[in-house]
């Protein structure tokens, strides 16, 4: 009896644990990868390993990628996707206004456990508008394209980047960003947990069975 009964307590302790274990913390890092893929009005633009810029009428509109590291699992956490810089030199009362076209791509690192070692890319899209931009003032918007809510699996980890966010850029001052969310999610262990209170099930039959032998 003394056996059947800690192979008992062994199974529940087992159980307990299978059932907890997507409850661990891990670590997610994340980078962007921004390209400019059209500028309106005739303008010019350019893509770098650090982002891209594009140029009208002397004012220019600069994309600079970010890295980003140690966000907790499970959490929800507000994200900068990529910096936004305008400068220009067009002396009033003269001003420069385009749109910029952009896709950027994010890279959701996971740092197991729970899961695995793992790395993969989400990407969104959208439209930046300069608009009345000289070296005294302008508008700067950002409408993100459809899709902007983007959901991976990466190494077991649920990530979603929700870009629903626009920092806006001062004119030869402050960058602004684009913006959003990331949550990251572990799924629940429910076929785990299962398997565990099995096993407890399964120790108490044979515990019934040696029993109804002797």
Known sequence: MKIHRTAGLMALALAASLASGGRAYATFDYSTAL????????????NTATGGSAVLDGTTLTLTNVTRTGFAVPSVNTANIGDVAVTSTTAPPATASFTVGYTDVVTLTNNGPPGTNANGPVTVSGVLTVNQVNTGTGIITNIYNAPSTVTATIGGVILTLNASSFGNPTVNGASGNLGGTI????????????MGIGL??????????????V
């Open 183 to 194: 949550t990251a999610a572990v799924p629940e262990p429910s076929s785990v947990a299962l």
């Open 35 to 46: 390209t400019i893929t059209s500028v309106s009005g005739g303008g010019t633009f350019t």
């Open 200 to 213: 407890v099930a399964a120790v108490g039959v044979s515990v019934r069975r040696k029993r109804n032998v």
